[in-house]
T-cell receptor, first 116, second 114 residues
Framework: EPEVTQTPSHQVTQMGQEVILRCVPISNHLYFYWYRQILGQKVEFLVSFYNNEISEKSEIFDDQFSVERPDGSNFTLKIRSTKLEDSAMYFC??????????????FGEGSRLTVL | AQSVTQPDIHITVSEGASLELRCNYSYGATPYLFWYVQSPGQGLQLLLKYFSGDTLVQGIKGFEAEFKRSQSSFNLRKPSVHWSDAAEYFCAVGAPRNDYKLSFGAGTTVTVRA
């Protein structure tokens, strides 16, 4: 069964460093998302991406964050200069809108980011 | 904008007992509703979903949920809980007219005692 894959599963970085989290969505999907979950808290929407551009972003997704789909298969989240409060589990998700789509997002296993 | 409320932060239930997790949503149109489960250190697994039709939906692992439009609720139930059901459960509402974005509730942690 096709699945969303994410790398790395865990990354430890120093504050101020750049981090890139990678995702390979399901191949025929057209909408892509990043969510994050700070330890013990709810899953929060960061950004949605469709047709090679951001379609919506939350207030969390400030200028330190960016996303791109560089090669038609990978979908990346970059944090330019990490802060302690960026420590969280980051989930990638995708979906394929269509007449049979029921709105389900398919989530990856997550990338845990620890900022020291 | 859509939102979800899960009133119960933590529920403890005995193995073999029934379980009900509450979820209330806010959305201006017919919602897409989901329950996801997250075991410790793991990702999000879809338990079940509702988008139309029969308001009682069956999911994996013996879970079911009932959509009640009049109460804006989508409560999750299981008749007999197993120790492996200990996890965090998230209710989510989707917005098909808003890029299918999901909004999650704060989650309910379920502890199962022997």
């Amino acid at each position: 069964e096709p699945e969303v894959t994410q790398t790395p599963s865990h990354q430890v970085t120093q504050m101020g460093q750049e981090v890139i989290l990678r995702c390979v969505p399901i191949s025929n999907h057209l909408y892509f998302y990043w969510y994050r979950q700070i330890l013990g808290q709810k899953v929060e929407f960061l950004v949605s991406f469709y047709n090679n551009e951001i379609s919506e972003k939350s207030e969390i997704f400030d200028d330190q964050f960016s996303v791109e789909r560089p090669d038609g298969s990978n979908f990346t989240l970059k944090i330019r200069s990490t802060k302690l409060e960026d420590s969280a589990m980051y989930f990638c998700a995708s979906t394929h809108p269509g007449s049979l789509n029921t709105g389900e997002l398919f989530f990856g296993e997550g990338s845990r980011l620890t900022v020291l | 904008a859509q939102s979800v409320t899960q009133p119960d932060i933590h529920i403890t239930v005995s193995e073999g007992a029934s379980l009900e997790l509450r979820c209330n949503y806010s959305y201006g149109a017919t919602p897409y509703l989901f329950w996801y489960v997250q075991s410790p250190g793991q990702g999000l697994q879809l338990l079940l979903k509702y988008f139309s039709g029969d308001t009682l939906v069956q999911g994996i692992k013996g879970f079911e949920a009932e959509f009640k439009r009049s109460q804006s609720s989508f409560n999750l139930r299981k008749p007999s809980v197993h120790w492996s059901d200990a996890a965090e459960y998230f209710c989510a509402v989707g917005a098909p007219r808003n890029d299918y974005k999901l909004s999650f509730g704060a989650g309910t942690t379920v502890t199962v005692r022997a």
